[in-house]
């Protein structure tokens, strides 16, 4: 197959154009495989979000971080991972839109959403303190890379336990959207379901492959930096798939599996950070970026901390019906990543 920086401006829109339209169609059904496997194994929306979703929608953004890590792009490949978290917290503003009964903050709050958002912070500010501390690495890997992962593990045996025993609930209100299991789903070969969840992952995995590499070479056409072109114009494309799953879980009424999925799939974009550093041949990955990669890192922190407010505070009506840490959430992205293009 011809190499991405081969391909010329046409075949890469053409290719890119084609990817977004498979996951546009094959995400919808995958968030509502998602739902049903959530009911059918009793481990509810914003857990099944978290890690099915999750999981399986940051499966082209994996790729790229990998791959570009191992070509030895360390400003690219984290820029990807922590700009993905930054534009997704965006997503799920733009979600918030798309359901008019309430405020999205108001209406999906759960202990287990509540509880993936602190250790989505939480794994940001170990990679935070990892850069800024002593440069040191083992057989090539920092050992940080360890603790982040079993840091992740582990906030997911709590993330469950939230779920399954909790010891707070948020208020009910007329426009608390509970997620209660629905009887057909409960009847459903689980076999089954996992096969069509595992075939509609795979589809969007190899597009979101293929509409990476088209992305890529389409930044490569522009000639942008490494920062820019990781942390903004791929990452928007490798990103696809979570705002279409997020669009479909809110109008389907699936509403803590849309926060979950968001919040979920930006924990394991942290994660994508410590596999990176796997990946690099050249030491620690943490000490191979710049500045600016730092900036995107507290900017995620900003805007995932203001969507934990959102989620404590429970405004249920806003400006233009959007809530207000949803605007915050918008503006901060934006401003964000303006001043990190004109920087």
């Given at each position: 197959m011809i190499q991405p920086q081969n391909w010329s401006f046409s075949l890469s829109l053409l290719l890119f154009l084609i990817s977004t339209s498979i996951i546009g169609v094959v995400g919808w059904q995958l968030t509502r495989l998602v739902d049903r496997l959530a009911a059918r194994t009793g481990l509810g929306e914003a857990v099944s979000g978290a890690i099915f979703l999750g999981v399986s929608t940051s499966l082209p953004g994996i790729v790229t971080s990998v791959t570009t890590?191992?070509?030895?792009?360390?400003?690219?490949?984290?820029?990807?991972?922590?700009?993905?978290i930054a534009i997704q917290t965006a997503f799920l503003a733009v979600a918030d839109m798309t359901y008019r009964r309430a405020n999205l903050e108001h209406a999906a709050a759960s202990p287990v959403n509540l509880m993936n958002g602190v250790l989505l912070i939480t794994m940001l500010s170990l990679i935070l303190l990892t850069i800024v501390g002593p440069e040191f690495s083992v057989w090539g890997t920092h050992p940080a890379t360890a603790l982040i992962v079993a840091v992740y593990?582990?906030?997911?045996?709590?993330?469950?336990?939230s779920?399954?025993?909790?010891?707070?609930?948020?208020k009910l209100t007329f426009e608390t959207k509970v997620d209660i299991p629905e009887a057909d789903s409960l009847q459903e070969s689980l076999l089954r379901l996992?096969?069509?969840?595992?075939?509609?992952?795979?589809?969007?995995?190899?597009?979101g492959w293929i509409l990476a590499r088209a992305a890529i070479s389409l930044v490569n056409h522009t000639g942008l930096s490494e920062t820019i072109a990781g942390g903004l114009f791929t990452t928007v494309s490798?990103?696809?798939?979570?705002?279409?799953?997020?669009?479909?879980?809110?109008?389907?009424?699936?509403?803590?599996?849309?926060?979950?999925?968001?919040?979920g799939g930006n924990?394991?974009?942290v994660l994508l950070v410590a596999i990176s550093d796997v990946a690099y041949q050249e030491g620690?990955?943490?000490?191979?970026?710049?500045?600016?990669q730092i900036y995107l890192m507290a900017l995620a922190i900003l805007m995932n901390s203001i969507l934990l407010l959102g989620l404590l505070r429970r405004e249920e009506h806003g400006i233009a019906n959007i809530?207000?840490?949803?605007?915050?959430?918008?503006?901060?992205?934006?401003?964000?990543m303006t001043l990190l293009f004109l920087t």
């Open positions: 890590a191992f070509g030895g792009h360390a400003e690219f490949a984290v820029s990807h991972a922590l700009g993905g593990l582990f906030g997911l045996r709590l993330v469950q336990h779920h399954t025993d909790p010891l707070w609930k948020p996992s096969f069509l969840f595992t075939s509609c992952a795979l589809i969007v995995g190899c597009a490798t990103s696809l798939p979570e705002l279409v799953t997020a669009i479909a879980a809110v109008r389907s009424g699936a509403l803590t599996l849309a926060v979950g999925g968001i919040i924990t394991f974009d620690s990955i943490y000490h191979a970026i710049t500045d600016k809530g207000f840490e949803s605007m915050l959430i918008l503006l901060a992205y934006v401003g964000g």
